[in-house]
């Protein structure tokens, strides 16, 4: 069964602190994966796409990595205003076209 | 350019009452979606259109849960009755195609008390 992982659940920093976010997943062949960051009370905000292997998307302080098992979301020297639910999502190619299989999320909180 | 819009954002119905929840799309793109997303959880697909037509509607309850999208434009989502587990937020999106990112509504959240 295709499965999306995302940990930790739960993560606080303090600004400048960099870390990782990760996103396992289980399916028998990947057509893309999608980071979304989601703030309270709104929609998912489009981050990135990465289709293969060794593909590598960066965005301001955020920097998106993708392997055969998992994707890495590096938050590099973070603000407070990056704080919010990063989603992790995938699109299998057992799945019909626009299917996306989200994770549960890793909520963040950047503190001053 | 205007994102997905979606109204209502707060709906509380008592339960076994009928709810409506409206989308518009962003111009121009011919895929459109409906997902629920339970607190704490990531979204999931109930209803994938490719402009008129339904072409992924596996995880829509068809016994209260119906969707339509005329003229493959604005779309509705309906639930008849509502039970006290259909609380969550429901959520549209819109694509370009059904292999390009999709862009969220804000959404909206559904009480059935």
């Known amino acids: 069964e295709d499965q999306v992982t995302q940990s930790p659940e739960a993560l606080r920093l303090q600004e400048g602190e960099s870390s990782s976010l990760n996103c396992s997943y289980t399916v028998s062949g990947l057509r893309g994966l999608f980071w979304y960051r989601q703030d309270p009370g709104k929609g998912p905000e489009f981050l990135f796409t990465l289709y293969s292997a060794g593909e590598e998307k960066e965005k301001e302080r955020l920097k998106a990595t993708l392997t055969k098992k998992e994707s890495f979301l590096h938050i590099t020297a973070p603000k407070p205003e990056d704080s919010a639910t990063y989603l992790c999502?995938?699109?299998?190619?057992?799945?019909?076209?626009?299917?996306?299989?989200f994770g549960a999320g890793t909520q963040v909180v950047v503190t001053p | 350019e205007a994102g997905v819009v979606q109204s209502p954002r707060y709906k509380i119905i008592e339960k076994k009452q009928p709810v409506a929840f409206w989308c518009n799309p962003i111009?121009?793109?011919?895929?459109l979606y409906w997902y629920l997303q339970n607190l704490g959880q990531g979204p999931e697909l109930l209803i994938r259109y490719e402009n008129e037509e339904a072409v992924d509607d596996s995880q829509l309850p068809k016994d209260r849960f119906s969707a339509e999208r005329l003229k493959g434009v604005d779309s509705t989502l309906k639930i008849q009755p509502a039970e006290l587990g259909d609380s969550a937020v429901y959520l549209c999106a819109s694509s370009v195609s059904g292999d390009t990112e999709a862009f969220f509504g804000q959404g909206t959240r559904l009480t059935v008390v």
């Open positions: 999502a995938v699109q299998a190619t057992t799945d019909s076209w626009g299917k996306l299989q």
């Open positions: 111009s121009g793109h011919n895929t």
